[in-house]
């Protein structure tokens, strides 16, 4: 079995049935592959029902049926018990699929008058990850037939996707079923990780079944699984020579005395992530109350436009946040286009998050016209509200097909990296590239969340860390820190948490 954090390349269905033929074509015989697929879910199913007890396989008219039907074969060589139904009739089945099932010796029952009361373990291979139309009939009742089993406990086992879930997109198409683990192979597809796909593909298990190593070169895959693998490379590490200002100074803008939280949690979790210096920009109410709960992160006072615009005179100052807790409207849309478009001798990036989006609803194009003017790298994170406020009206945008498609048509609407926040947070850059996030806990779900992502964000730009890459590595970073913590946590925990995830990712 493969790990996917190492394996990160994501294959829509289109991609992955062309690695398929590519392998084909190279002389891998179609059924080779089918068997090995086959054989890597009876392991599976093995794993989840190790007593060799009754085991109920649905398979469908397509290859994912076809690997079904290796799987019942050889679990019945094991020693199970295998009841098999066919969507469909045998004579239909075609290629590799009729193969696989002329190899089953057994007999073969329709899909829906198979008893799955009596089984131990289901194994769904009735619709693969290219399924391009919702569920009707006998194909929909099978899978709510699958479902009522695995809501009574017992464990249900996904070929490829779980039937009914659209393989690029995660979502449901008419009915989906409910998973306790799925085994895909060579590489995972977007529809695992984004919802509602990644809920009902359970556990996943990537499995090795001969693909052309040729195939991901033939590719060049766009979409990536977050992990370390695609962003370690550019990760900062300080030198023996390293200073403060070497390792980047940091601007925040706080909000008025009464919102200063979400800005200084931002601050401390930019300087936690290697920032050398961090900055709070604060207005001249806001000083005391700054001051008194800032200790390593420095406050330095502005007032209005003219004083936002002398603390950006400062080159060192070569990376900037602007959004949490800094309020709404046209001061803060001020302040934006400043950081944006303020000229500055020395290269400077940009992140924008919460009120600075929202201070442009309906107005993205006005934002992507001030990112264009000084082509600064920039990254927002805006929660799926604050997207739908920023895109407003913009149909092409918001009615894209997936999570994914529609972070993309945003960046390159934007002109900027894109984070769209969830439990499968999508980063998407201009040019097309994507990663989605893999393991990202539950527990991140809490208030002020989202301005330390922002920081640890801000903190990898102001490292030079390329924006693709820092946004990526803070939102993976995001969740590590709050699996180490666990339990309990509050926002202010994830900076806290930081450095002991940093100790084992550089060591």
């Not at 394996?7 to 289109?14: R, S």
């Not at 194909?139 to 039937?163: H, Q």
């Not at 030198?239 to 925040?252: N, P």
């Amino acid at each position: 079995m493969l790990d996917p954090r190492s394996c990160c390349e994501l294959l829509t269905p289109a991609e992955m049935a062309e690695a398929d033929r590519l392998t084909i074509a190279g002389g891998v015989a179609g059924i080779s592959l089918m068997e090995r697929a086959g054989a890597a879910v009876a392991d599976e199913a093995a794993r989840l029902a190790p007593s060799a007890g009754r085991v109920a396989v649905l398979c469908g008219p397509g290859g994912n049926g076809g690997d079904g039907f290796v799987a019942a074969r050889l679990l019945s060589s094991r020693g199970y018990s295998v009841g098999l139904g066919l969507l469909g009739e045998r004579t239909a089945l075609r290629g590799d699929a009729a193969l696989a099932a002329a190899r089953w010796q057994g007999p073969v029952a329709p899909a829906e008058a198979l008893d799955l009361d009596a089984a131990d373990l289901v194994v769904d291979a009735l619709f693969g990850a290219g399924l391009s139309r919702d569920l009707d009939g006998v194909g929909r009742r099978c899978v709510e037939a699958v479902n009522a089993f695995a809501r009574r406990g017992k464990p249900v086992l996904s070929v490829d996707v779980p039937s009914g879930v659209d393989g690029e997109t995660g979502a449901v198409r008419g009915a989906g079923v409910e998973a306790r683990a799925s085994v895909t192979f060579f590489r995972l597809k977007p529809g695992h990780l984004l919802l509602p796909g990644r809920i009902l593909s359970g556990r996943l298990v990537l499995a090795e079944i001969g693909t052309a190593p040729g195939a991901l070169q033939a590719l060049r895959p766009r979409t990536f699984l977050n992990a370390p693998a695609i962003w370690r490379h550019a990760l900062p590490r300080p030198g023996s020579a390293s200073h403060k200002y070497s390792r980047g100074a940091a601007l925040v803008l706080s909000g008025p005395a009464h919102r200063t939280g979400a800005a200084r949690l931002a601050a401390r979790a930019a300087l936690r992530v290697g920032a050398g210096l961090v900055t709070l920009a604060s207005p001249p109410d806001a000083v005391p109350v700054n001051a008194a709960h800032s200790t390593a992160v420095m406050v330095a006072p502005f007032a209005g436009l003219a004083g936002f615009a002398a603390l950006l005179a400062d080159v060192r100052r070569n990376a900037i946040l602007i959004g949490p807790g800094a309020g709404v409207g046209d001061d803060t849309r001020a302040l934006v286009a400043a950081a944006l478009s303020e000229p500055s001798a020395a290269p400077r990036a940009i992140a924008l998050d919460a009120d600075a989006l929202t201070s442009f609803a309906g107005d993205a194009a006005g934002l992507a016209a001030l990112i264009a003017r000084e082509r600064r790298a920039t990254v927002v994170t805006p929660h799926e509200g604050e997207f739908a406020r920023l895109f407003r009206g913009r149909a092409e945008i918001l009615g894209a097909p997936s999570k994914l498609a529609r972070a993309r048509a945003a960046a390159a609407s934007l002109g900027a990296i894109v984070v769209l926040k969830g439990s499968d947070t999508v980063v998407a850059a201009p040019d097309g590239r994507a990663s989605i996030g893999f393991d990202l806990p539950p527990n991140l779900a809490t208030a002020g969340s989202g301005d330390a992502l922002a920081g640890f964000a801000l903190g990898l730009l102001a490292q030079g860390m390329p924006p693709f890459e820092a946004a990526s590595a803070a939102v993976w970073l995001h969740g590590a820190s709050a699996r180490a913590f666990g339990p309990g946590l509050i926002a202010e925990d994830l900076p806290e948490a930081l450095p002991g995830v940093l100790r084992e990712l550089l060591g």
